[in-house]
């Protein structure tokens, strides 16, 4: 009989605590052997999170919760259970007859996969204080222990005060769907022994309480904006020198009905310990998957954290649906192209269901508000839909998909969301190409005022998404489809390469547009540029003008303006000409800093080409300056897609030095310390580059084979890419690689006898191979080493 993992997990606890060498069951036994990451003294005062797929808690590294974010202003740290928020924080102090003590300064932070920690100290008293949290897997609640030890040689005795600061609220865009915040409400439940509110209103409750009974309860005075209310639980600690003692609280909430919100806290006080046990073997799980060794422990330790998380932002409101979010704490939200890009990365580390669950999501909605295949853009956790779509979201769709299907090759999957496809792409044409000249107009990935004329990111994967469509349908039998399709692409790749090509810059241009269009763009580049003490980009921008009015056009014309980071989305989707693209990625190199691209070229600073320099955001919230990681990871994989495996590296080691830069185990949004302090389409930015082109894992699970070509950086000279899933699981694929003394080594493994390995073959290579397991196979153009069992394994 095979035992449920969750009565294995209860059944060793219970077994651990029958034994005679039992631990006692506080947090930091149970995180023993745990990877986990320090925080900064310097970033204390800067945000986590505790992350959950129903509940996730956003504060400061110090211990405190102060009032963040910008979406809803002041509203976006606290305790969170979308579609509503429970918590703006809670105070704990220790309390004696001469002294109290908030834990509010703390001394070091600790970041684990799947739980965090603050450590604080009272020196007179010494008194040593760890505060623990995590967030159980599917619950509406999470878990705090206070884990106190006196280290002094004379036992004393304190009180600890636990204060509740409720916040029952609708998230952003409440309002829409006829969510109406009111004031809180609370009362001291005496059958959980703690305090239980409510919006007097709503159906939203809150309840925090004790594994103990407190010595005392009262209300406390609210220090927060907003219609919440405060309120506390006193309790009795007493402790014998170097004794530690540990106090649970429990937080839970419900959208629906105290009951649930009673019943998640009662099953988190009592199961806390099976459910920690179970979050970490999952989190175990996810570093097995796709497990990176490479010479750089630094970009390793960032890959193998970046799929944790992915899994922070998975969130789950069952009443709309499970998707992966865009980032937090202001983007804790469903979009559709942070999508496009992220699940490409998701699924090459074998986060599967989170893939499978978005695109449902993205595709029903979409449907639902638009119904002719466009594709949104934004929808917040109570279903309200911000925006409907930009235009590059629904080619993006079709290119997602036809990624996928490479990975899981289930033509079901095919079949189920080529329609959205099929009315999308005829969409995109159809009412968006208002000149006929196969470029459709409007708002691409730069939301820039006015900047919505024909886009070269637009283009670019438009160009992308008839290919990918064309191959689809053929694999759906559509011949008559397919061919038109790749028509279609075949047109738009030649026109990219002659009407948007600027070769005064070389460089594709940002768009095309008439000049009227261009002349009001550049004023506003210009006070862009002069207010940032741009003085090249605005020299750059006023010859710009002067040729236009000397050169007039009565015809739309590609303009080279703001030097966005989109411009490289030709050599991004390998569909530049090469000479174009060497010289485009030569200029891309003038518009980097040391953590990676400017998202807007002529706001680059002096530490543009260099080693030095950062990004100091503005106070309003504002992505102007910005070096995203996201340009740089596109432009990774356009280095990639020209045999460029060493350049591609540089912009990975660039992403890499802001991991950890501030929040440990994470990469921010906006390099290195700006914005979301964890961002989805991270993982494409390394995984993409990583899985599908260093190591070359392309696979084809429609025809059970994996085509591998490897494309190695010169200083990656021993490596190794484990347990890859291909086909949902069906095969893995693991590859070792070693380069030693002029002789290279690659070994692929698999776990399907039924699969085929492709191990591309370079003809320079030939004359040197030596084959130990496979057999070399020919055609015109390509030589390969397919295996014949369970791997392939050559050198050369």
């Known amino acids: 009989m095979k035992w449920p993992n969750y009565k294995i997990a209860l059944f060793g606890l219970l077994f651990w605590n029958c034994s005679e060498t039992k631990k006692p069951m506080v947090f930091s036994n149970l995180m023993e052997n745990s990877a986990h990451i320090n925080g900064k003294a310097e970033y204390l005062a800067s945000p986590f999170v505790t992350a959950g797929n129903r509940v996730y808690m956003v504060g400061h590294q110090d211990g405190t919760f102060p009032e963040i974010g910008w979406h809803i202003k002041g509203e976006m740290g606290g305790i969170w259970d979308h579609p509503i928020k429970l918590m703006d924080g809670f105070d704990i102090e220790l309390r004696w007859k001469d002294e109290s003590f908030l834990l509010n300064k703390a001394e070091t932070f600790t970041n684990y996969p799947f739980a965090n920690a603050h450590q604080f100290s009272v020196p007179s008293k010494e008194i040593s204080v760890n505060r623990w949290q995590f967030v159980p897997d599917d619950l509406e609640g999470l878990l705090v222990q206070i884990e106190l030890t006196n280290n002094a040689s004379t036992a004393t005795t304190f009180d600890l005060g636990f204060t509740g600061h409720s916040d029952l609220r609708p998230t ?121 060794t490479i010479p750089d422990k630094k970009m390793q330790q960032a890959f193998e954290w970046l799929k944790y998380n992915c899994d922070w932002l998975v969130r789950t409101v069952p009443e709309v649906g499970t998707g992966i979010t865009a980032g937090i704490p202001d983007y804790p939200w469903w979009f559709g192209v942070d ?68 990975w899981n090759g289930d033509k079901s999957f095919l079949e189920k969301y080529f329609p959205t496809i099929q009315k999308g792409l005829s969409w995109l044409l159809k009412e968006n190409d208002l000149d006929g000249n196969g470029f459709p107009e409007g708002f691409g990935m730069m939301e820039i005022h006015g900047l919505d004329s024909e886009m070269i990111d637009v283009a670019a994967y438009s160009q992308k998404a008839f290919a990918d469509a064309s ?116 200029t891309a190199e003038q518009f980097v800093n040391p953590f990676g691209v400017f998202v807007t070229g002529i706001d680059r600073d002096q530490s543009a080409g260099s080693d030095d320099g950062s990004f100091k955001g503005s106070k309003i919230f504002s992505y102007t300056g910005a070096v995203m990681t996201l340009p740089t990871g596109v432009q990774a994989r356009a280095e990639n897609n020209y045999g460029r495996p060493n350049e591609a590296l540089n912009y990975l080691e660039r992403m890499t030095r802001t991991f950890s830069y501030a929040f440990p185990g994470s990469i921010y949004e906006v390099s290195p310390d700006y914005g979301m302090i964890t961002q989805a ?16 894992i392309q696979p084809r699970s429609s025809q059970k084979e994996v085509v591998i070509s490897p494309l190695m950086p010169d200083s990656w000279d021993d490596c190794a890419l484990q347990n890859v899933k291909i086909g949902d699981g069906a095969n893995e694929i693991s590859m070792f690689y070693t380069k030693k003394d002029g002789k290279t080594t690659i070994k692929i493994e698999q776990t399907n006898l039924e699969w085929k390995i492709k191990l591309k073959i370079p003809k320079s290579q030939l004359e040197q191979l030596q084959i130990l397991e496979g057999t070399l196979h020919s055609s015109e ?16």
């Open 172 to 292: 952003w865009l409440g309002e829409r769907t006829n969510m109406t915040d009111s004031k809180d409400e609370s009362i001291f439940e005496e059958a959980i022994q703690g305090w239980i509110v409510k919006d007097q209103n709503n159906p939203w409750f809150v309840c925090y309480a004790s594994d103990t009974a407190p010595t005392d309860k009262s209300k406390a005075e609210n220090i927060y904006g907003g219609r919440g209310v405060s309120n506390q639980l006193n309790y009795t600690i007493s402790l014998a020198p170097n004794e530690t003692k540990s106090i649970n609280f429990v937080i839970s909430g419900s959208y629906t009905s105290k009951e649930n919100a009673i019943a998640t806290l009662n099953t988190i006080k009592s199961d806390w310990p099976h459910l920690l046990e179970e979050k970490k073997e999952r989190y175990q799980q996810l570093a097995h998957q796709t497990q990176l």
């Open 339 to 406: 999508s496009e890009y992220a699940l490409q990365g998701y699924m090459a580390i074998g986060q599967t269901d989170a893939v499978y669950n978005t695109i449902a999501l993205l595709d029903s909605v979409s449907n639902n508000v638009n119904g002719n295949g466009k594709i949104i853009h934004e929808m917040s956790t109570n279903g309200a839909v911000f925006n409907k779509g930009n235009i590059n979201e629904t080619p993006q769709f079709a290119s997602l998909i036809w990624s996928i299907y490479q």
């Open 471 to 586: 191959q689809m349908a053929e694999a759906l039998g559509k011949d008559a489809l397919a061919a038109k399709y790749q028509e279609v692409a075949g047109q738009l790749k030649q026109k990219i390469n002659t009407e948007f090509w600027s070769e005064n810059f070389n460089s594709y241009a940002d768009f095309i547009g008439t000049d009227t269009q261009a002349l009001h763009l550049i004023e506003d580049a210009i006070i862009r540029a002069d207010t940032l003490n741009k003085p090249w980009a605005v020299e750059e921008l006023e010859a710009t003008k002067q040729f236009i009015k000397t050169h007039p056009s009565n015809k739309p014309r590609p303009f080279v303006m703001h030097h966005n980071w989109v411009v490289n989305t030709p050599m991004e989707m390998g569909i530049a000409d090469t000479s174009k693209a060497l010289k485009a990625l030569k």
């Open 681 to 696: 389409w991270n993982i494409y930015s390394f995984a993409y580059p990583i899985v599908h082109q260093f190591f070359g």
């Open 781 to 796: 153009n390509d030589s390969w080493v397919e295996s014949e069992g369970m791997k392939v394994e050559v050198s050369f």
